[in-house]
């Protein structure tokens, strides 16, 4: 079965870069997602990158995919307090029917 | 996101009671879902629905039931609510097959439930 996995948190100064990684299991055709949470809100999506893609960047982030490693991750840069939030990993499985999250890592970065 | 509401956004109830989580949506998406969400758990699919007639079981679905009254509404139920139900509960949609079959899920703002 399908199983994403994140570290649980993170943390970094304010205009530092922050770096958060997850990993997942199925080498199938997918689509891999970073959505944002912030306190007392619902999730967002941030971005998103397919299976056959090495990189996205948008604005201040940008998405490392290695499928050999089935390793992904999300680089926030000059990251600023307002990026402070809970962070999760999603995989899609074309032909399938649901998103499978990650536990979700919270970034907590201070002044 | 606004276009995805969830009523009430808190409640607490008793032990043994019945209560309904109301999602709508005014995307026009096919797709809506139900996940629970627990500390250091992440989000758990309860059910979702590809459309008014289609109705599937997620991964957690034990203790709830739903109804898709419309394309528009998905309700989440609790027949006998018990303590360990006390969570967030977030409602989703999907605009499935998005461009190159995108699966992108737009969420509400949550529920807060608490089960004494």
């Known amino acids: 079965g399908e199983d994403v996995e994140q570290s649980l948190f993170l943390s970094v100064r304010e205009g530092d870069s922050s770096v958060i990684n997850c990993t997942y299991t199925?080498?199938?055709?997918?689509?891999l997602y970073w959505y944002k949470q912030e306190p007392g809100a619902g999730l967002q999506l941030l971005t998103y990158?397919?299976?056959?893609?090495d990189m996205k960047q948008d604005q201040r982030l940008t998405v490392l995919l290695n499928k050999k490693d089935k390793h992904l991750s999300l680089r926030i840069a000059d990251t600023q307090t307002g990026d402070s939030a809970i962070y999760f990993c999603?995989?899609?499985?074309?032909?399938?029917?649901?998103?499978?999250f990650g536990k979700g890592t919270m970034l907590l970065v201070s002044p | 996101d606004a276009d995805v509401t969830q009523t009430p956004r808190n409640r607490i109830t008793k032990t043994g009671k019945r209560i309904m989580l109301e999602c709508s949506q005014t995307?026009?998406?096919?797709?809506m879902y139900w996940y629970r969400q627990d500390p250091g758990l992440g989000l758990r699919l309860i059910y979702y629905?590809?459309?008014?007639?289609?109705?599937n079981k997620g991964e957690i679905s034990d203790g709830y039931s739903v109804s898709r009254q419309a394309q528009a509404k998905f309700s989440l139920s609790l027949e006998s609510a018990i303590p360990n139900q006390t969570a967030l509960y977030f409602c989703?949609?999907?605009?499935?097959?998005?461009?190159?079959?995108?699966?992108?899920?737009?969420f509400g703002p949550g529920t807060r439930l608490t089960v004494l």
């Open positions: 989703a949609t999907s605009d499935f097959p998005g461009t190159g079959n995108t699966d992108t899920q737009y």
């Open positions: 199925d080498s199938s055709s997918t689509y």
């Open positions: 990158i397919f299976s056959n893609m």
């Open positions: 999603a995989e899609s499985i074309v032909g399938y029917s649901t998103l499978t």
């Open positions: 995307k026009g998406h096919d797709r």
């Open positions: 629905s590809f459309d008014v007639k289609d109705i």
